[in-house]
């Protein structure tokens, strides 16, 4: 019996990595910010969102990585294996693009980030962008997975400062598990927000492309599953810690819109100078990390998705086009950082749309896929499984449109 | 451009003309039927109406980029068959392996040659296309005339694999047989590329390549996966092919694999193989992984400490098959014992007459099977050594480890 626990055990450990990183990259710049204006603004009434949210994200990434454990390939293999070529050529045009915005946003962290600590932008952002740059393609598989690791721990920072902040735990516990709806526009494109910066495209891409590479089969796909879900819930964890630490410094003492999760930190100032060193400190670690991950998984999706040769371990000759993209995602990303009138935040609200419009397809290709009986033998879902996972589905379409709706208003009136 | 060529995806959509030049249809895909021919295209479906139809490759005229013309309207309906290959449905966005360029690839789009036979237009399949250009003909096929994609793909450069390279990858044993796909093509590769190239499948996939591929090549290539890759596919396939996999790897070699397995499995393939290689495996299973044991293997040479130069070239010419990179000789006495090590080049200088421990090398550097693998690869950094004696506890020679047995160890870390 011990002997049998200890093998799982050593099974998981062997399998740890790809829930955890991506569900910790989820929690990237743009859902930082997310997270500290919901808390900024409204207090503890939101964190009832979240144990639905950690619901709809361990569905969908459940199913990537069961994906993944079983056919041994990326989501972009089985979209274009499945749906042809065109089908594929479109989804991963939409993915450059919203993939791109998402690190324009992350560098745009890196560089709002330091400038707390007085580090300009133009020593910060070039730093940054050369440091993921070597970090990917000189460093080996296992070196790089360590890496992201580490990352994926400094996000404790943000528990550190909720703590810090002493916030109303009785409120948090209680607002945690009761619901509140105001009808006012404002919460309501708040918890519309929060749900749909948290299932992202490029994740499901990302999470079943790790897998793969991890090389999980279905042997240890229990611990996998068990895996993808203690990520999504460390992230809720890390999201809960953000919105409090809002709501304890800034939302008890003059509830207000925050300008960016640096304006955030700047207001956990009062509350000492760890609280906002540490909130800072998360802010930079997260956005560098997403910024490392995003332009890999890009450049590895599509190049796999249309059929050209990808991956760190090839020299640049033989995949050329694989390392021309990850480099120019990382150029471009960085670059608009340093333009002084870069329209950013149209650029996210954009990416927003873009990112809405190209959900529901990769979602419901995933069901697709997933039931697939050619693909998936004996693990297709269970008739229970995919009703649950069709609900899930259509939430998240229905209020990532209305996410699109929402960012179409304000990209007009801005 | 040359005019003789046509693209799958210009075939697919082009029309089809009878006799008396009315249209009857749009073609959706072609067919070959590789155990009559595995070139020509044999059969060309075609959409119109209600269903699908088939048209033999010789009830065609001429095939242009304006449509196909027939000389024979006699067309029977399609049913599906499980000795042709279909282009569209089979073929492409799928997975090859290109045994050329000894890589997987995915197929984008086919090139065929428009030749003639007998007085009328064939098809016959040139090319399997993968890059840029292949991408770009898909994306805009139907949007655009296809002449005008033509012109517009010519500054894209091409990337194609000729088709006498492609192997198909097909899970299923019978439609294999049915489609005359073999492991010859891939038995060519160098196991250590095929290793890279399996690694890159998915587990079904794998498995229908050691399933068709030479034993002996299956073993060389296994040899070279990754080790919890290896567990997978060895415990995908029917035993019985396992064993023999096994049996033809060295028994160092099949003693990590094995000791990768659930330890039912592993007993199960122990059992179906042969008793020589068996008892050497299982010797060495009873190893820890990280120790001298667990590195090293029973293939080496091994002569009487009384024995002369001349002995040792004649025991080595007789030998079947001496282990590969030879290049050293170890010594036991009458008890089995380690007693010297000689290395090959000094047996090739001498005269024949010379006693092998005259030629023995002083202070040989041994280490007993227990010792930690960190030490042996310290021992043969510090003495420069290709190969190194491993003894049990009364001193018997138990292995020989070897430097690229150093070498994967190293790089594992």
């Given at each position: ?12 450990f ?14 990237d710049?743009g ?6 204006q919901?808390g ?6 939101p ?13 969908t ?14 989501l972009?293999d089985?979209i274009?294996?499945e749906?042809?070529?065109r ?6 045009t ?62 404790v ?18 607002y945690?598990?009761r619901?509140?709806?105001?009808l ?23 999470l ?7 090389g ?13 879900i203690v ?24 509830p ?10 700047l ?34 999706t599509?190049?796999?998705?249309l059929?050209?040769?990808?991956g ?21 990303g ?7 009138d ?5 650029m ?32 297709t ?17 229905g209020l ?13 009136a801005? | ?7 799958l ?8 003309f ?22 020509r ?40 068959d499980?000795y ?8 492409l ?42 991408v ?12 005008a ?6 500054p ?20 294999r ?14 196991p250590?590329?095929?290793a ?16 068709t ?5 299956a ?19 029917e ?13 160092d ?18 059992d ?7 008892t050497?495996?299982?010797?060495l ?5 990280d ?13 009487h400490e ?13 030998s ?17 014992r ?12 001498s ?11 002083e ?31 009364e ?12 070498i ?6």
């Amino acid at each position: 019996m011990l002997k049998r626990l200890r093998y799982h055990i050593a099974v998981f450990f062997s399998v740890i990595g790809p829930g955890f990183i991506t569900a910790m990259v989820d929690n990237d710049a743009g859902g930082i910010y997310t997270y500290s204006q919901a808390g900024a603004r409204f207090g503890y009434l939101p964190l009832w969102t979240l144990i639905p949210i950690t619901l709809l994200l361990i569905v969908t990434q459940e199913m990537c990585s069961r994906m993944g454990a079983v056919t041994g390939k990326g989501l972009s293999d089985l979209i274009r294996e499945e749906f042809g070529l065109r089908v594929t050529f479109l989804v991963m045009t939409a993915l450059v693009v919203t993939n791109l915005t998402n690190i324009m946003a992350n560098f745009a962290g890196i560089a709002s980030s330091l400038e707390l600590f007085h580090v300009s932008r133009y020593i910060s952002v070039p730093l940054a962008a050369a440091a993921v740059w070597l970090l990917i393609v000189k460093g080996t598989y296992h070196g790089v997975e360590k890496v992201f690791l580490i990352a994926c721990t400094l996000y404790v920072c943000y528990i550190i400062s909720g703590v810090l902040v002493e916030p109303n735990w009785k409120e948090a516990a209680i607002y945690s598990v009761r619901p509140v709806l105001l009808l006012e526009p404002a919460y309501i494109t708040i918890l519309i927000g929060m749900v749909g910066t948290s299932v992202a495209p490029w994740m499901q891409f990302y999470l079943q492309a790790a897998v793969v590479e991890k090389g999980v089969t279905e042997k240890e796909y229990r611990e996998s599953r068990i895996e993808v879900i203690v990520g999504c819930v460390a992230m809720t964890v890390i999201a809960f810690f953000i919105i409090i630490a809002c709501a304890g410094a800034i939302w008890t003492r003059n509830p207000r819109d925050i300008a960016g999760a640096a304006d955030a930190a700047l207001g956990l100032r009062p509350f000492g100078r760890y609280a906002f060193l540490l909130f800072a400190a998360g802010l930079f670690n997260a956005s560098l990390f997403a910024a490392c991950v995003q332009p890999l998984s890009t450049a590895f999706t599509v190049c796999e998705g249309l059929g050209f040769e990808s991956g760190v371990n090839r020299r640049f000759r033989e995949a050329s086009i694989f390392y021309w993209l990850f480099t120019l995602l990382i150029a471009l990303g960085a670059g608009v950082i340093l333009l002084p009138d870069f329209p950013l935040v149209r650029m996210i609200l954009l990416s927003q749309v873009v990112n809405g419009a190209l959900l529901p397809f990769v979602l419901i290709f995933m069901i697709l896929l997933v039931n697939k009986r050619k693909l998936m033998g004996e693990w297709t879902n269970s008739r229970f499984y995919n009703a649950v996972a069709w609900t899930a589905v259509v939430v998240l379409i229905g209020l990532t449109l209305a996410l699109v709706a929402i960012s179409i208003r304000d990209l007009r009136a801005g | 451009m040359a005019e003789n060529l046509l693209y799958l995806t210009e075939l697919v959509g082009l029309p089809v003309f009878d006799l008396k030049r009315r249209r009857i249809g749009r073609v959706k895909d072609a067919a070959l039927v590789p155990l009559i021919d595995p070139v020509r295209v044999d059969r060309y479906l075609v959409g119109g109406g209600w269903a699908w139809l088939t048209i033999r490759h010789d009830q065609v005229q001429s095939i242009s980029l304006d449509g196909i013309y027939l000389r024979d309207e006699q067309l029977t309906p399609y049913h599906s068959d499980e000795y042709m290959l279909r282009l569209a449905r089979d073929l492409l966005d799928q997975q090859i392996i290109d045994v050329s360029g000894r890589k997987v690839v995915r197929v984008s789009d086919v090139t065929f040659e428009v030749r003639q036979e007998d007085g009328h237009d064939v098809l016959g399949v040139l090319e399997v296309d993968i890059g840029l250009r292949s991408v770009f003909r898909r994306v805009v096929q139907g949007a655009l005339p296809r002449r005008a994609v033509r012109r517009l793909q010519r500054p894209i450069p091409p990337n194609s694999i000729r088709w006498e390279f492609c192997n198909i990858i097909e899970p299923d044993p019978q439609r294999r047989l049915r489609l005359n796909i073999s492991g010859a093509m891939l038995e060519r590769i160098h196991p250590a590329d095929l290793a890279d190239i399996v690694e890159e499948l998915s587990p079904e996939d794998r498995e229908a390549i050691f399933e068709t591929i030479d034993s002996e090549v299956a073993a060389e290539a296994l040899s070279e996966v990754e080790p919890d890759i290896q567990a997978s596919i060895l415990e995908s396939l029917e035993t019985e092919k396992a064993a023999e996999i096994v049996e033809e790897m060295s028994p160092d070699e099949a003693a990590d694999v094995l000791a990768e397995l659930k330890e039912e499995t592993s007993e199960e393939i122990l059992d179906e193989m042969d008793a020589e290689p068996k008892t050497e495996v299982r010797e060495l299973l009873e190893f820890e992984e990280d120790t001298a044991g667990g590195l090293m293997n029973t293939e080496y040479v091994v002569l009487h400490e009384q024995a002369a130069a001349g002995d040792a070239i004649e025991a080595l010419k007789g030998s079947e098959e001496p282990p590969e990179g030879l290049n050293t000789l170890f010594l036991i006495d009458a008890g089995g014992r380690l007693a010297g090590v000689v290395p090959l080049a000094r047996l090739l200088l001498s005269s024949g007459a010379t006693p092998l421990k005259e030629l023995a090398v002083e202070a040989p550097v041994q280490v007993s099977v227990d010792e930690k693998q960190d030490r042996v690869t310290e021992l043969f950094d510090k003495y420069n050594l290709l190969t190194l004696p491993v003894v049990d506890d009364e001193g018997k020679l138990a292995g020989v480890i070897t430097a690229d047995d150093v070498i994967t160890v190293l790089r594992r870390k």
